[in-house]
Each structure stands twice: as structure tokens, then as C-alpha cells.
């Protein structure tokens, strides 16, 4: 039997890897921190946009060559070069127009193509939290409705496998689904219906088959599918032009993938939704990595520790309660104040279960505590919150896994 060669990595390099995972995760959890309290602002900047490039292109559409007209106070003309007449023939007339008082040229068409991709990036990505892949894979067929038996419907948005080899349907929300709307509506104006083209897959190196992909746009004589570098570009352009104005953009960028750590903190954890759900929904499948993906100091979460605290520090300034005392069973009672409501939920009675208590050491065990631990007792002198004596679990058991 030949002698077997000893493994090249040497035990000492796998040491600090639990480490490295958690400064890993602050990093992350830091980045989501910066970035969230600045999506308002980003989203608003691609809006506003979006807004300004379709007027334009209304009003420019409806004047001929020459004319001017005005939007937001400022004075354009319409234009058409003598290559935009050539092409005619063969293509769709653009449009372009002449700032009066600057004399730039602005290929309206253009301006308001980019701008409204780039507003149906946004809009899709931090409502819907899916990939960066899974958006570019997004077809008209992943649109699917769900009815209810009393009679409700619910539009679906069917994910296609990517990361994890596994497809997932989520529901959709009102705005995603008048985001989704806009782009089916923008493919088949005049009644044509959505383009069927090849997506190439950069990862597996293949094309794929022909598909009504919703993120396409015409470029030339042919349409194509937006890649993924082309959305992550346009982020960055729009955070570059955001830097401008806002300081906290300066020397900062949004990714495709910071737009599902925001959701996955605030619009799903946060929000009350459990987090099993949330892995689902964001397609983990491993929880603990939905768990990291949750940023810990997220301003929901913060929010409820100060309303909570408050409430709590808010008796001292109260009448006096007329809360019915703690029963000796651990049954908590519910305060009738006018000033601030308690936030604490009554505790369920305990189940009734019988026990035996045949054993010496039982019998020895439970006269012991149940004169130490019951706060209705006469001779306890302290009174002591409900559970203040409860038994801890032990380490790794069921019940400390469960409460972290």
C-alpha cells in the first residue's frame, strides 16, 4: 500500500475562522446601519427623475420640429439632426431637444429610458428583496395569481432558482405590484406583445431559452436583457449624482445586495413577520443567516426598546394603580391607568399536570422551595417580580436556544 501524501493545509489556518465570521457580520450589519437612513433620499432622487424625464418626453412628443416648449420654468426646442432623419426609415423617429438658454443638446428618449429602468430597479429591489440574478430572470411568466375561497386574489411572483437551486413564490405587495404593472404596460404599448429574447448566463456560460423577460429594453435595431453589472452601474451613477447634493452620498454606493439586507431587516424582521418566514421569503435556507442578515440597532427595533422603557419609567408620574395584585400561581394582571397602557401581555395559567411525589427526595425538594420561592408567603419580606426565582435552563438546552 503506497504512503498517503498529508494535507498541504495545515490545522493552524482553519483557528479564528468563527472570528472572522463575526467581524464579517458587523461589517455588514455597519453597512446596512449607514445605508438604511438614506434609502428616503435615494428613492426620492430616481422618483423625481423618473418624473421629470417622462414630462419632458410628453411635451416634446407633442410639438413638431422647431417649437419650443416649457417644463419646470425652463424653455426647450425641438430638435431633429440630419442623422436622426436618415434613420427614419428604418427606425423610430427620437427625440431630441435644445435648451434654449444653455444650448445643449438632450436626447430625450434616452434620458427617460435610463430613468425609468433605473426607478424600476429600485422600486423592485427594495420592495421585493430578491437577487441581483433572480431580478435580470424575472418574465412575464412569473407572474401568477393565487384565489382565495372567498374569492380574494393574490398576485404572486414566482423566483426562479438561482443561488440556492431552489424556486420560491412570494406575494406581492400593492407598490411591487404597480411597479410590475409599469413595466408590463410599458412592453406592450400599442397592443404588441412582450419580446421574447435569450438571456446569457454569465455563471453557467450558457443562453438561455427564448423568454417575455421584463427587464429588457431596445437598444438599436435588437432588444437585450439588462445584466447585472448594467443595474449595478446605474446605482452607482445615481448615488454619484446624488453626492452632489446630499453629503452623506459622498464616497458612498449602494449595491443590488444592500437592498435585501435593508428589507430583511426592517420590512421583514422588524416588522413582526417570524423570522422562518422571513428565511423563506428571502429564500435562506439556513435561518441563522437571515439572523445575520438583521441589523441589530435597526431604528424599529430601537423604537420599541424606547416606547417599551418609557412605559415602564412612565409609573413614577401616575396615580396610583388600581392593578389587582400577582397571583401566588404566576398569572400577571393588567394595569387600568389612563396615563400609558402597560405593554406586558397576561401570562397563561399553568397546565395542570399531575406529579409525583412519592420519593423522599421530592418531597424534601418541594417543601423547600415552595417556602423560599412564594412571594404571598408571610414571612418573605421583599417582594419579588413574577419569575424572578423561575429555574434557568441549562446551557444548550431547548428553551436558551429558542429565547436567543
Excluded at 68 to 77: A, K, L, M, S
Excluded at 101 to 109: D, K, L, N, P, R
Excluded at 226 to 243: F, G, H, K, V, W
Excluded at 372 to 388: D, Q
Amino acid at each position: 500500500m503506497g504512503a498517503i501524501a498529508p494535507c498541504p493545509v495545515s490545522p493552524a489556518e482553519f483557528r479564528g475562522g468563527g472570528q472572522r465570521r463575526r467581524r464579517i457580520e458587523e461589517r455588514s450589519a455597519d453597512r446596512t446601519r449607514v445605508r438604511q437612513p438614506l434609502l428616503p433620499a435615494l428613492v426620492a432622487h430616481v422618483e423625481d427623475r423618473h418624473q421629470h424625464a417622462k414630462q419632458l418626453l410628453d411635451q416634446a412628443s407633442a410639438v413638431a420640429e422647431g417649437d419650443t416648449f416649457t417644463v419646470v420654468g425652463r424653455v426647450y426646442r425641438r430638435y431633429l439632426s440630419p442623422m436622426d432623419c436618415k434613420r427614419t426609415r428604418h427606425e423610430t423617429r427620437p427625440v431630441r431637444a435644445v435648451g434654449v438658454a444653455t444650448g445643449e443638446v438632450i436626447h430625450i428618449s434616452t434620458l427617460e429610458d435610463n430613468a425609468f429602468w433605473e426607478w424600476a430597479i429600485v422600486e423592485t429591489l427594495r420592495h421585493s428583496g430578491v437577487r441581483i440574478e433572480e431580478l435580470a430572470e424575472l418574465s412575464h411568466l412569473s407572474i401568477r395569481q393565487y384565489e382565495r375561497p372567498n374569492g380574494e386574489i393574490i398576485v404572486l411572483l414566482v423566483i426562479a432558482p438561482s443561488k440556492t437551486d431552489r424556486e420560491r413564490v412570494i406575494p406581492m405587495s400593492t407598490e411591487l405590484f404597480h411597479i410590475i404593472a409599469q413595466i408590463v404596460r410599458r412592453h406592450t404599448q400599442g397592443g404588441q406583445p412582450i419580446a421574447m429574447v435569450s438571456r446569457f448566463d454569465a455563471h453557467d456560460k450558457v443562453w438561455s431559452i427564448p423568454l417575455p423577460f421584463l427587464f429588457q429594453r431596445q437598444r438599436g435595431t435588437s432588444r437585450h436583457v439588462i445584466t447585472p453589472s448594467t443595474m449595478a452601474l446605474m446605482l452607482r451613477r445615481r448615488c454619484a449624482a446624488l453626492a452632489e447634493q446630499h453629503p452623506g452620498f459622498r464616497g458612498l454606493a449602494f449595491t443590488p445586495h444592500d437592498f435585501r439586507r435593508i428589507v430583511s431587516a426592517t420590512e421583514l424582521i422588524n416588522s413582526g413577520l417570524p423570522i422562518h418566514i422571513g428565511a423563506a421569503l428571502l429564500g435562506h435556507l439556513n435561518i441563522q443567516t437571515t439572523r445575520a442578515a438583521t441589523s441589530p440597532s435597526s431604528t424599529t427595533t430601537w423604537s420599541a426598546t424606547t416606547s417599551s422603557t418609557f412605559s415602564i419609567g412612565a409609573t413614577t408620574d401616575r396615580p396610583p394603580s388600581t392593578a389587582t395584585p400577582v397571583a401566588p400561581n404566576g398569572a400577571s394582571s393588567r394595569s387600568t391607568s389612563t396615563n400609558a397602557e402597560s405593554s406586558w401581555a397576561p401570562a397563561p395559567a399553568p397546565t395542570a399536570r399531575r406529579v409525583s411525589t412519592n420519593t423522599p427526595a421530592s418531597a424534601a425538594r418541594c417543601s423547600t422551595s415552595t417556602r423560599r420561592c412564594w412571594t404571598g408567603s408571610p414571612s418573605s419580606k421583599k417582594t419579588s417580580m413574577p419569575g424572578a426565582h423561575a429555574r434557568r435552563p441549562k446551557t444548550g438546552s431547548a428553551r436558551s436556544k429558542a429565547s436567543t
